[in-house]
């Protein structure tokens, strides 16, 4: 029965949520374009964001706020496990608008009414295993950095299934060090129990967003890139316990 209810719940979430960005979306990315300023993208995504979270029953803890950059710009390192984390993190992070930016999939970028609100907030889309645009992309989320923009970054690449910690990519990792900003890691709890990969069913459970100490990158150049990714993975793996 928890089961049926829970797929009740989604259903209505997505029907709910879809609507509100088919009808919300395209005048507010017009009136943003006009404008010039983000700011506005970024409060109707942030109650579209709501909206979901309190239709699916989830609820959010917020742990180790202390370490939220408020005053430079930053990378938060997460991990990946559910289709969840991107929404609740932005949420839980929205003390950072509009100054706060994301590294994305370029996958996404097949959904027509996202991709123009992405571009305008200055998103910025990594291809996968596709060198050639990767270099470019990261250059420019190194621009942004250096602006005074933050970054998610998922470094993983992928969810993981069985909700452990997958290998950390490196292409974070190097803007990071390009734009000497510092790492902060984040640890995301309960969000594989909210939603598995390879299931559309949004569970009800709590989701604890935990923020650990910033790490540095100040003096430090390319060659210390592998040890610097194995240390935030190190620190994420602890939050998560």
């Known amino acids: 029965m928890s089961t049926l209810i829970a797929a009740i719940r989604s259903l209505l979430t997505y029907l709910v949520v879809s609507f509100y960005v088919l009808v919300m979306g395209p005048p507010f990315v017009l009136i943003a374009f006009?404008?010039?300023?983000?700011?506005?993208l970024y409060s109707v995504g942030l109650w579209?964001?709501?909206?979901?979270?309190?239709?699916s029953g989830i609820r959010v803890v917020r742990e180790g706020l202390a370490h939220l950059q408020r005053d430079r710009a930053a990378v938060y390192a997460i991990n990946h496990a559910s289709n969840v984390e991107p929404p609740l993190v932005f949420d839980a992070l929205h003390e950072l608008f509009p100054r706060l930016r994301i590294l994305y999939k370029a996958e996404l970028r097949k959904l027509p009414i996202l991709v123009r609100a992405f571009d305008l907030a200055g998103f910025v889309p990594l291809q996968r295993g596709n060198r050639e645009q990767s270099l470019p992309a990261i250059e420019r989320a190194v621009d942004a950095l250096r602006a005074g923009h933050s970054f998610l970054i998922f470094p993983e690449g992928t969810r993981s299934r069985t909700g452990e910690l997958l290998p950390f990519k490196k292409g974070g990792f190097i803007m990071a060090i390009k734009a000497q900003a510092p790492i902060v890691p984040v640890a995301i709890k309960g969000a594989r129990s909210a939603m598995r990969k390879g299931s559309p069913i949004i569970h009800p459970v709590t989701v604890v967003i935990r923020l650990g100490t910033p790490i540095e990158t100040a003096g430090l150049t390319m060659d210390d890139r592998d040890a610097l990714v194995a240390r935030v993975r190190g620190e994420v793996a602890?939050?998560?316990e």
Do not use: K
């Not at 579209?48 to 239709?55: E, S």
């Open 238 to 240: 602890r939050l998560l």
């Open 48 to 55: 579209g964001v709501r909206i979901g979270i309190a239709l």
């Open 34 to 40: 006009i404008a010039g300023s983000p700011r506005l």
